[in-house]
């Protein structure tokens, strides 16, 4: 089933468009990318998705009714959570404050002590750093900790916008082993933009390439490894 579906949304921001009849989905249980160069209008899709920006033209579905015009945080609400890029993380806060803050829906709110655990389980660096101030931290453990938060939210869907950005190679291989994990062991529902095309596609059921706003290839991972025009402006083979 697709969780989350997008049907030729065009967008844009002023009279500058961005997207152009772009539609992709989500299924279930699975880890869906998108991939594409800084500027191809990975965020912009993003946004999109959680009603930061509304589409122009076309249709945004999760669970197969249309959510156009439903505002970000009840859309929060439903479930569409995002891990955003660069982490967005409140300094001044500690590692649990951060978590408490993640837990803010009403749906989250009852499941609190189990997402919690579930979080410490992942990250146990994070619980035994619970009362540290969260801009001390490393950057990886920064990655760990807005995933966390966004796992406090008890997210339906997981929107992820460039994980692996700013973060040492071996941090990588880290992050990208727990999104593989998310799906493997709790059958979560991942969405990842990703510029390491070469990590994304290590782990990914299905994808999507996006090039000035448009997309210009999809397929499962093996389809989209096959492909020469991946092997050759990616991949660099």
Do not use: C
């Not at 997008?6 to 880890?31: C, F, H, M, N, R």
């Not at 796992?151 to 460039?162: A, F, H, K, T, V």
């Amino acid at each position: 089933m697709a969780v989350l579906e997008l049907d030729k949304v065009d967008t844009g921001y002023g009279e500058a468009q961005a997207l152009w009849d772009v539609s992709l989905k989500v299924q279930e249980g699975g880890i869906t990318v998108v991939l594409g160069s800084n500027g191809a209008g990975k965020t912009t899709t993003l946004r999109v998705i959680t009603g930061i920006l509304s589409p122009w033209k076309g249709d945004v579905k999760f669970l197969g009714k249309s959510i156009v015009g439903t505002p970000p945080h009840k859309r929060a609400e439903m479930g569409i959570i995002m891990v955003p890029e660069g982490r967005r993380l409140w300094p001044q806060l500690t590692v649990y404050e951060t978590l408490e803050l993640g837990a803010y829906t009403n749906r989250a709110k009852e499941k609190f002590s189990e997402n919690l655990e579930l979080v410490y389980q992942l990250f146990p660096v994070l619980k035994e750093r619970s009362k540290q101030l969260a801009g001390t931290l490393s950057g990886g453990e920064s990655q760990m900790l807005a995933i966390a938060r966004a796992l406090m939210s008890s997210p339906r869907i997981l929107l992820m916008d460039e994980p692996s950005l700013g973060l040492a190679p071996k941090i990588v291989l880290d992050v990208f082993k727990v999104i593989e994990k998310l799906r493997d062991d709790l059958k979560m529902t991942v969405l990842l933009v990703e510029q390491n095309i070469h990590m994304a596609l290590q782990i990914a059921d299905y994808g999507y390439v996006l090039e000035q706003g448009r997309i210009v290839m999809e397929g499962t991972r093996e389809e989209l490894e096959r492909s020469e025009k991946i092997r050759k402006a990616y991949l660099g083979l």
